[in-house]
């Protein structure tokens, strides 16, 4: 098949990795696939920091790993889309896209990986692409019940995210963990972050010369969490592939404060290596792990909630390595050729 992929951007998230994992996959599989984003125009400054980093510290993010065909448009319309058998929308924002595009672009379908309002002008908007006559997956069971009851449709194919292979752990790592608590640092208002830094400053009160990783897109803003010690956290700004690996590795309990997400995927990327995760109830995380087996739910917005569980895993040797154990055990129940093989089967009935 020819199958093209509509994407926001070319940058760092989640979606764009799963993107980015599927295509590959598909690619393997004798599909050409295609990957469309729509250009951005930078302020100087940022393109500057931007063609910097690529230069001298070979910055990448998820797409530059994508092996297909790559393809920046002035804007995602009939006249920059190539003809193809499926076009699959990623996001509320390419599904609007879509809606409009000719048949010859290939049936249409629409990868749910998130209920994105946060990102919309109007809150009708991401509902309205729910209902728009397009073949659609969605990631996780909670997304299953909200498309069903937004949209009117029955029998919406539920296909998780996939493990990456190179996120396993194999014999004889992770024994020696020299960071106690690690986290992913985002800017975004539902990532919570001030829950997870809250939840931090009372860990480092009870637990005198904790060790905290942190990675992200972004530096910290500095500004708005003025009384949070970022000089005592080992902070890496868009880590290479073998860097999160490596801090994955390196962490004995992950955290996320987030009060939502699609499928939770840094809960998928911690277990895989064998770091139980404290999560808030996101809805995502429960497809990830169950609580008290390979990590710990707790309400959102609880940073006192999300401190005693870490220093319950922390104060006890014996309990973290079991949940260790279980967490590497869960892993082993995501593949992404499993997902490709029920992504395959949709694509091929669209």
């Not at 790993?65 to 499926?86: M, Q, R, T, W």
């Not at 290479?240 to 309990?253: A, F, P, S």
Request: proline residues 6%; contains cysteine.
């Amino acid at each position: 098949m020819d199958i093209t992929f509509l994407v926001p951007f070319k940058g760092i998230a989640g979606g764009l990795r799963v993107v980015t994992c599927y295509g590959n996959a598909l690619i393997r599989r004798g599909h050409r696939v295609t990957v469309v984003y729509p250009k951005r125009e930078f302020a100087f400054r940022e393109r500057l920091r931007r063609e910097v980093k690529r230069a001298f510290h070979h910055e990448k993010d998820h797409l530059d790993y994508f092996c297909g065909k790559l393809l920046e448009v002035p804007e995602i319309s009939a006249a920059h889309i190539p003809d193809g058998d499926v076009v699959i929308a990623t996001s509320f924002q390419t599904a609007e896209w879509a809606a409009p595009l000719p048949g010859r672009c290939g049936a249409k379908s629409y990868l749910i990986q998130g209920y994105e309002k946060m990102w919309a002008k109007e809150s009708e908007d991401v509902d309205a692409t729910f209902r728009l006559p397009f073949r659609k997956i969605v990631i996780s069971r909670w997304l299953k019940d909200l498309v069903e009851e937004i949209s009117g449709e029955r029998g919406i194919p539920v296909i998780p995210n996939g493990r990456d292979f190179f996120l396993s752990c194999f014999d004889g790592e992770g024994i020696t963990r020299k960071f106690d608590v690690g986290l992913l640092y985002s800017p975004v208002p539902l990532k919570r972050t001030d829950v997870a830094l809250k939840a931090l400053a009372i860990l480092m009160e009870r637990h005198p010369g904790l060790k905290i990783a942190m990675f992200g897109s972004q530096e910290p803003d500095l500004e708005q969490y003025p009384d949070f010690p970022f000089g005592k956290v080992e902070f890496q700004r868009t880590p290479t592939q073998e860097e999160i690996r490596r801090t994955y590795l390196d962490t004995k309990v992950w955290i996320t404060a987030s009060s939502t997400e699609g499928f939770c995927l840094p809960a998928l990327e911690a277990i895989s290596l064998g770091c139980p995760i404290v999560s808030a109830d996101n809805r995502g995380v429960l497809d990830v792990i169950s609580d008290g087996v390979e990590g710990y739910i707790v309400p959102v917005g609880d940073p006192a909630a999300l401190a005693d569980r870490v220093s319950r895993l922390l104060d006890d040797r014996e309990l973290l390595n079991r949940m260790s154990a279980a967490a590497l055990r869960r892993a082993d129940d995501f593949s992404w050729e499993r997902s490709t093989d029920m992504l395959e089967k949709v694509l091929e009935g669209a």
